[in-house]
């Protein structure tokens, strides 16, 4: 009976990296270059000369790629998520009744 060799894959639970870039901020990247794709476009057809065309989504997409990259170095895998998140989290719980509690020892 002959033995398999397998190799075994050393990046599970690891989070997608490309380029410096983590997780999700490559769909972000991938999504903003469509838009300059869709606004370059939409530039040509109403009659903006292509080198305007270009040079607008040049700046932009320079700005889109610094912006990205800022935000995958600053928040890493999660941390944009757990940041906007923790935006919607109270600061204070204000009850000015007991009935709530009381209501829950009646139960036990």
């Known amino acids: 009976m002959?033995?398999?060799?397998?190799?075994?894959?050393k990046g599970i639970n690891k989070p997608i990296?490309?380029?410096g870039l983590k997780a999700q901020y490559i769909w972000w990247l991938g999504g903003g270059l469509l838009v300059l794709l869709i606004v370059f476009a939409v530039l040509y057809l109403f009659g903006v000369h292509p080198f305007?065309?270009?040079?607008?989504?040049?700046?932009?997409?320079?700005?889109?790629?610094?912006q990205v990259y800022k935000l995958s170095?600053?928040?890493g895998k999660d941390g944009m998520m757990k940041s906007l998140a923790k935006r919607s989290v109270p600061?204070?719980?204000?009850i000015y009744s007991r009935k709530t509690f009381t209501e829950l020892w009646?139960?036990?």
Do not use: D, H, P, W
């Open 2 to 9: 002959a033995t398999s060799v397998y190799t075994i894959n």
């Open 17 to 19: 990296e490309f380029k």
């Open 52 to 66: 305007a065309c270009m040079a607008v989504v040049l700046i932009a997409g320079t700005g889109l790629f610094m």
């Open 73 to 75: 170095r600053k928040y």
């Open 91 to 94: 600061t204070i719980i204000k």
């Open 106 to 108: 009646k139960k036990s």
